[in-house]
């Protein structure tokens, strides 16, 4: 990997990380069972794409954007998150899709 993608992670790691220290975005919530109201970005349309951010027990997360588009997800631990920070990812897609941060896979439907 060049430098350069190293900095621009630090970089989008370091605005995600100061976008959920300082006000987490909370749009039609879709919260499950165990996890806080508010601690996910919960449904909605983002860049045309119908996207559901499933929340996760234990963790606060807002997705960061890089030049208008969807880079990683950043989960602050909150009551019984096991990590401190978690950083994840994402692909680039264009459609419908349930994020699910963590171990379980994402189901992504790809616009025909």
Known sequence: MRATQFVRRGLVAFAALVTLTFGLSGVASAQGPGAMPGTSPGAGVDNGDAIVYVPVPGYAYDVVHTNGERTAILAVGITGGVNPVVVEFLPA????????????????????
């Open 93 to 112: 897609f264009s459609g419908a899709a349930i994020i699910t941060p963590g171990p379980t896979a994402d189901m992504i439907a790809p616009r025909p």
